[in-house]
C-alpha cells in the first residue's frame, strides 16, 4: 500500500505561482511513476503532469505546458508540481497518484491516490 499527501495548494491571484507537494509513505517510491491529476468543479478529471521513477521522462498536458513543472526528490518520498502564471481556469482539486506502469496519462491507470488539495485562481 501506498499512501499519499498533497499539500501546497491555496487561494491565488491570476499570473501568481503555487508549489505543490505530495509525499509518499511507500519505502519503494522511488519505484513508482508518479502523477498529477486534476478535478474542476463540474468537470471529469484530468491529466496534468506525470514524471517516471527516474525523472528522465515527463509528459505535460497541453492546458499548462510551459508552465507547469513536474519534478520529484526520491530522497524525500515527495513529488512537486510548480505551477507558474496560474489561470482562473486552472482552479480545482489537485491530486497526485503512483504507479508501477510507463508514464501514463490516464488516470484509470494509476493505483494509488491521495486525497487532493484545493487550488483556486482568482481573477
Known amino acids: 500500500q501506498v499512501q499519499l499527501v498533497e499539500s501546497g495548494g491555496g487561494l491565488v491571484q491570476a499570473g501568481g505561482s503555487l508549489r505543490l507537494s505530495c509525499a509518499a509513505s511507500?519505502?519503494?517510491?522511488?519505484?513508482?511513476?508518479m502523477g498529477w491529476f486534476r478535478r474542476a468543479p463540474g468537470k471529469e478529471r484530468e491529466f496534468v503532469a506525470v514524471i517516471s521513477w527516474t525523472s528522465n521522462r515527463q509528459y505535460y498536458a497541453d492546458s499548462v505546458k510551459g508552465r507547469s513543472t513536474i519534478s520529484r526528490d526520491n530522497t524525500k518520498n515527495t513529488v512537486y508540481l510548480q505551477m507558474n502564471s496560474l489561470k482562473p481556469e486552472d482552479t480545482a482539486v489537485y491530486y497526485c497518484?503512483?504507479?508501477?506502469?510507463?508514464?501514463?496519462?490516464?488516470?484509470?491507470?494509476?493505483?494509488?491516490w491521495g486525497q487532493g488539495t484545493q487550488v483556486t485562481v482568482s481573477s
Open positions: 511507500a519505502r519503494t517510491f522511488s519505484s513508482y511513476t
Open positions: 497518484a503512483a504507479t508501477y506502469r510507463r508514464v501514463p496519462v490516464v488516470g484509470e491507470e494509476y493505483d494509488y
